[in-house]
Each structure stands twice: as structure tokens, then as C-alpha cells.
């Protein structure tokens, strides 16, 4: 008589690691377990690496639209382009970061952690200075505009911030310097044009980045 056992015992096996390995593709679609290889193509590599957000292990897609060939540019005479990464608001006399900390890393970034993003700038004078700093609230409020419309989509959603093009692909979220109870502090939304509060230190940084403000003498404005 054949023994007909361990076949059996085997196709067992055979059938659960097989199970096993469709839910582990399943569960974690961008790990090793997928068996996703690196493309060779070194263009291909870039195209990848410019879709995905390696902070949370590849698995959360970039929150803005792809970054567009020509420079940032408006027709707003309220704003004037430095050419040297900051742009001037002529109504506030106040100089801004142009690319926020998103569009410069990739990353998102908590309240803590953006105090060392200030003292890289300040100490590499960015910009030709090196007084940046959060804005606060109403800084930032100052820059929400309902007549602009830029793309920000985030995984299936697709959204509008209300700021001027001259910022290019903006994030959509803010910290400000102004702090709260606790482990809080506040951001701006430019979705809807409102601040909320948010922890400093949370894991998931709170979807939140910088764009750095500085303070101008009255004389650099009129210089320009």
C-alpha cells in the first residue's frame, strides 16, 4: 500500500505558506516580504524616490503635487521674488522662505525638531540672514488667500490651498511659534483657513512643516 500521508502532510504546508505570504503582501505592500526590487535605472530610482516618503517606510505617498519645471511666479505686486530662495511681502514687510521645509526634505517635521531647522538656516545665513524664525498665527493668517487655488492631495483626496503661486507647491500645514498648554502648539491650515493645535513632539509630526519668516528693517525694503 502507497503511504499517501506525508503528501498530504505537505500539501498542507505548501498551502498555508502560501497563505501566509499572500497576507504578508497584502498587510505590507511596500516591504521586503513583497519581494519590490530597486530599479537599476537610475532615472527610474529618482522617479520612485520623488513618489515616495521614506520617513514612514515607504508606505505614504508624497502630499503634493509633482514639482513643476519653471520657477514659482505671480503676478501679485504685493509679493516680490528676492531671487535668492525668499520672497518679500510688501503689505507686511516681512521676508518668507519660498520652498517650505516639505518641498525642501520631504519630510515632515514636529514642533521640536523645527528648532533646529531654524538654527540651520539662521546658521547658514540663508538668504543673506539670519534672524528666521516661526511666524505666529496671524503671520501666517496673513498669507491665507481664498482667490488662489493650488493642488495638495493626500492619499485619495484631492484639496486646494489658498496662498499665493509665488510659494509654489505649498504644503498644506504650518507651525506657528505661539505655544500652548501642555505638549501643544499651534499650526495654520491652508485648506481652510484656520489655525488648530497640535502636540510638539507627536509621532506623526501632524502632518505639519515650516516656512520660515524673518523681520525686515525699513530701510532693506526701501533698498529693493
Known amino acids: ?54 520617513e514612514f517606510g515607504g508606505q505614504i505617498l508624497t502630499l503634493t503635487e509633482p514639482k513643476a519645471d519653471a520657477a514659482p511666479t505671480s503676478d501679485n505686486p504685493r509679493f516680490r521674488d528676492n531671487k535668492n530662495g525668499t520672497v518679500t511681502d510688501l503689505e507686511t514687510n516681512l521676508t518668507w522662505v519660498q520652498i517650505d521645509s516639505y518641498q525642501t526634505r520631504k519630510q515632515w517635521i514636529n514642533w521640536h525638531k523645527a528648532q533646529d531647522y531654524l538654527r540651520e538656516l539662521n546658521e547658514a545665513k540663508f538668504g543673506g540672514a539670519s534672524n528666521w524664525r516661526l511666524p505666529t498665527r496671524k503671520e501666517l493668517a496673513a498669507l491665507f488667500d481664498e482667490k488662489q487655488s493650488i493642488p495638495w492631495n493626500y492619499y485619495w483626496t484631492k ?23 501642555g505638549d ?41
Open 184 to 224: 501643544m502648539a499651534w499650526g495654520y491650515n491652508y485648506i481652510r483657513g484656520k489655525a488648530y493645535l497640535s502636540m510638539k513632539g507627536g509621532i506623526q509630526h501632524s502632518l505639519s512643516v515650516i516656512r520660515a519668516v524673518r523681520d525686515n528693517e525699513d530701510s532693506e525694503v526701501a533698498e529693493k
Open 1 to 54: 500500500m502507497v503511504e499517501i500521508r506525508p503528501v498530504r502532510r505537505l500539501n498542507l504546508h505548501l498551502t498555508l505558506k502560501t497563505v501566509v505570504l499572500t497576507i504578508a503582501v497584502a498587510v505590507f505592500p511596500f516591504s521586503g516580504l513583497a519581494g519590490e526590487t530597486i530599479p537599476d535605472n537610475p532615472a527610474a530610482q529618482q522617479a520612485k524616490e520623488d513618489k515616495t516618503d521614506y
Open 159 to 181: 484639496n486646494e490651498l489658498h496662498i499665493d503661486p509665488i510659494f509654489g507647491k505649498s504644503h498644506c500645514c504650518y507651525w506657528s511659534s505661539e505655544e500652548a498648554k
